[in-house]
């Protein structure tokens, strides 16, 4: 199993700031089945206030993508869950 991860934040002054965050879980097999494989990424545009003692931010989750994906499998003596 592997996982990937990206973290970035640009500042473009005036308080205003970008982030960036995502990552990416690849299958993996365990004693009973399969974890698919999923990813998931997100925006951010923040401002801070009140001299920088707070921020106000506004994100968006998955922006290019309707649906994540992910199927598992487990597998028993008398039982099988998909």
């Known amino acids: 199993m592997y996982r990937f991860n990206l973290n970035s934040s640009v500042d473009f002054g005036k308080g205003f700031k970008a982030q960036l965050f995502g ?3 690849s299958a993996r097999v365990t004693l009973q ?3 698919g494989a999923f990813g998931f990424y997100n925006i951010v545009v923040q401002k801070e206030i009140l001299k920088k003692k707070g ?3 506004f994100g968006y989750d998955n922006p290019f993508n309707e649906t994540i994906r992910w199927s598992n499998q487990f597998v028993g003596p008398n039982f099988l869950q998909v």
């Open 55 to 57: 921020s106000i931010g």
């Open 23 to 25: 990552f990416y879980n």
């Open 33 to 35: 089945g399969k974890y």
